[in-house]
């Protein structure tokens, strides 16, 4: 089954650029997805990518995807205090569900 | 994509009792999951709610614990039954509807168990 790997932590300054990884297991996923969780809230989804796609962007949000390493990942350009939360990679398991990772908590610093 | 009315947003529930949490959607979604969030973890499917029939259970998930009803294609319940500390947790709904991309999430139920 999918499994889903990624960093805890993550720390930068407003207006610097973030970059947050991610490893997946089952390259059979046809959508990889990216979703925000900000203190006390449920999950926003922000932004997925399909599997035969390299590359997506969505305004301050890139998705790249190495198919080949099994590597996701999302830069967010400008980073703003606003952007503070956990961010979570997901892959789509066998029964249609999503699994996880363990989210990166993602710090901006004024 | 769908909207997701899911009730109650918090409890403070005493051991030993019962909490039935109920996801509500806008639109006939086809899947229904269940997650539970424990405190600074990820999330972990507990079941797929299945219309009209049994739902699919997770390894180390069994229903006599958490017992799911989905009577039609809008509508669950989770139940978290003779609950123990340890199951204080953020419980959340998700939804899948046919045509969609993403997996739309209630905004979680926080439970605490006194």
């Known amino acids: 089954g999918e499994d889903v790997e990624q960093s805890l932590f993550l720390s930068v300054r407003e207006g610097d650029s973030s970059v947050i990884n991610c490893t997946y297991t089952d390259s059979s996923s046809t959508y990889l997805y990216w979703y925000k969780q900000e203190p006390g809230a449920g999950l926003q989804l922000l932004t997925y990518?399909?599997?035969?796609?390299d590359m997506k962007q969505d305004q301050r949000l890139t998705v790249l995807l190495n198919k080949k390493d099994k590597h996701l990942s999302l830069r967010i350009a400008d980073t703003q205090t606003g952007d503070s939360a956990i961010y979570f990679c997901?892959?789509?398991?066998?029964?249609?569900?999503?699994?996880f990772g363990k989210g990166t908590k993602l710090s901006v610093k004024p | 994509s769908a909207v997701i009315s899911q009730k109650p947003s918090r409890d403070i529930c005493q051991r030993g009792t019962s909490l039935t949490i109920q996801c509500q959607v806008d639109?006939?979604?086809?899947?229904m999951f269940w997650y539970r969030q424990q405190p600074g973890q990820s999330l972990t499917l507990i079941a797929t709610?299945?219309?009209?029939?049994?739902?699919?259970?997770e390894s180390g998930f069994v229903i006599d614990k958490f017992p799911i009803s989905r009577p039609n294609l809008t509508f669950s319940t989770l139940t978290v039954s003779n609950m123990s500390p340890e199951d204080s947790s953020i419980y959340l709904c998700s939804v899948w509807a046919s045509g969609d991309y993403g997996y739309t999430f209630g905004s979680g139920t926080r439970l605490t168990v006194v």
């Open positions: 709610a299945n219309q009209g029939s049994e739902a699919t259970y």
């Open positions: 990518i399909f599997s035969n796609m």
């Open positions: 997901a892959g789509r398991g066998s029964q249609g569900n999503l699994i």
């Open positions: 639109s006939q979604v086809t899947m």
